[in-house]
């Protein structure tokens, strides 16, 4: 017996990296597990960012191509494109004549978009919160997996979902959180959050040579100057990578100590953590080549998932309507 529902959903962002897998990506291959789970490429929440848009379909081949590769299963979860499911946007409509102005005004989230992208505040970037809010109820997920950091974010949410069932019946089921440990995962230069934005990413599909090539570029203890200063393990990025993709705690253990006695360089790491992530990620690159072989096999697994969705929303949204008394 599966434990409940399970929803989430992400942005199209093209290929996936480090960052994105150790997030999100292994948490939803594990939760298959024991939940019957939906997965959504949430397109439409891209719209209310994106000035460019004709790199949408591509970056949502290349990114369920990686989810399929590091072990989602269609046969297991519901996989699909967000827009391809149109009562999404009837609900989103429908929670919104409930949801008040003030609510949506005052979250971080939004003022910090505002910020971000000054002259393009739209009426979708204000309207998201409850976008995202119907993507959870539509599919009667009972639990979405979060970190704490995103748990003002389902709480809005859940709040949007007692307010409808409030006025018009218990009909939508208010989502419960799954706390998950998403670790914050440093980028190349060791300060700043891995991002495709920021350059500082490496990516789940990359080839050896391009994973090694980018591994040398990487921060290392910045107090370690030369090669004949102690470092301190504990802050190095590399070596905090490292222990994710080795298949030796052992060695790490060992590099840790020869690190803080100056007997390995930084540069000798970053060729063993190279070679040891190339050798980590070989199993996906295999699975992912498979796939790309056969182009129409990603938008087929996305079809059907969008046609069990429907299955889904279609009874939800008819609920829902008979509630509020739409004819």
Same mark, same amino acid.
């Given at each position: 017996?599966?434990?409940?529902?399970?929803?989430?959903?992400?942005?199209?962002?093209?290929?996936?990296?480090?960052?994105?897998?150790?997030? %999100?990506?292994?948490?939803?291959?594990?939760?298959?597990?024991?939940?019957?789970?939906?997965?959504? &490429?949430?397109?439409?929440?891209?719209?209310?960012?994106?000035?460019?848009?004709?790199?949408?379909?591509?970056?949502?081949?290349?990114?369920?191509?990686?989810? !399929?590769?590091?072990?989602?299963?269609?046969?297991?979860?519901?996989?699909? &494109?967000?827009?391809?499911? *149109?009562?999404?946007?009837? !609900?989103? $409509?429908?929670?919104?004549?409930?949801? *008040?102005?003030?609510?949506?005004?005052?979250?971080? $989230?939004?003022?910090?978009?505002?910020?971000?992208?000054? =002259?393009?505040?739209?009426?979708?970037?204000?309207?998201?919160?409850?976008?995202?809010?119907?993507?959870? %109820?539509?599919?009667?997920?009972? $639990?979405?997996?979060?970190?704490? =950091?995103?748990?003002?974010?389902?709480?809005?949410?859940?709040?949007?979902?007692?307010?409808?069932?409030?006025?018009?019946?218990?009909? !939508?089921?208010?989502?419960?959180?799954?706390?998950?440990?998403?670790?914050?995962?440093?980028?190349?230069?060791?300060?700043?959050?891995?991002?495709?934005?920021?350059?500082?990413?490496?990516?789940?599909?990359?080839?050896?040579?391009?994973?090694?090539?980018?591994?040398? $570029?990487?921060?290392?203890? *910045?107090?370690?100057?030369?090669?004949?200063?102690?470092?301190?393990?504990?802050?190095?990025?590399?070596?905090?990578?490292?222990?994710?993709?080795?298949?030796?705690?052992?060695?790490?253990?060992?590099?840790?100590?020869?690190?803080?006695?100056?007997?390995?360089?930084?540069?000798?790491?970053?060729?063993?953590?190279?070679?040891?992530?190339?050798?980590? !990620?070989?199993?996906?690159?295999?699975?992912?080549?498979?796939?790309?072989?056969?182009? =129409?096999?990603?938008?087929?697994?996305?079809?059907?998932? %969008?046609?069990?969705?429907?299955?889904?929303?279609?009874?939800?949204? %008819?609920?829902?309507?008979?509630?509020?008394?739409?004819?």
């Amino acid at each position: 017996m599966k434990k409940g529902r399970v929803f989430s959903g992400a942005r199209p962002t093209g290929r996936q990296h480090l960052g994105n897998y150790l997030g %999100a990506i292994r948490n939803y291959v594990a939760l298959q597990q024991d939940y019957d789970c939906v997965y959504c &490429v949430v397109d439409l929440h891209a719209l209310t960012t994106l000035r460019e848009t004709h790199e949408l379909r591509s970056n949502t081949y290349e990114m369920v191509l990686d989810w !399929l590769a590091a072990g989602m299963d269609p046969s297991a979860s519901i996989i699909f &494109v967000q827009s391809q499911v *149109p009562q999404v946007t009837e !609900l989103h $409509t429908i929670l919104s004549m409930v949801t *008040p102005m003030g609510w949506l005004m005052r979250l971080p $989230t939004f003022k910090e978009k505002v910020r971000q992208q000054p =002259d393009n505040v739209n009426y979708g970037l204000l309207g998201y919160p409850v976008l995202m809010a119907s993507d959870i %109820a539509l599919y009667k997920a009972d $639990t979405v997996p979060v970190g704490e =950091d995103q748990l003002p974010h389902l709480e809005f949410a859940r709040e949007v979902v007692r307010r409808f069932n409030a006025q018009f019946g218990p009909i !939508l089921i208010e989502p419960q959180a799954k706390l998950s440990e998403v670790p914050r995962v440093l980028g190349l230069d060791g300060v700043n959050k891995m991002s495709k934005s920021l350059n500082n990413h490496i990516e789940l599909a990359a080839s050896p040579e391009e994973i090694e090539r980018r591994v040398m $570029t990487m921060v290392t203890d *910045p107090a370690r100057r030369y090669r004949t200063d102690v470092g301190n393990p504990d802050i190095c990025n590399v070596q905090t990578l490292h222990r994710l993709f080795s298949g030796s705690p052992e060695r790490i253990e060992e590099i840790a100590h020869q690190c803080r006695h100056a007997s390995i360089g930084c540069v000798a790491h970053k060729r063993e953590f190279a070679r040891d992530l190339a050798n980590a !990620l070989a199993p996906f690159r295999e699975r992912r080549a498979e796939l790309e072989r056969d182009p =129409d096999k990603v938008w087929d697994i996305l079809s059907d998932g %969008a046609r069990r969705a429907r299955e889904i929303a279609t009874k939800t949204i %008819a609920e829902v309507r008979e509630a509020v008394g739409l004819p």
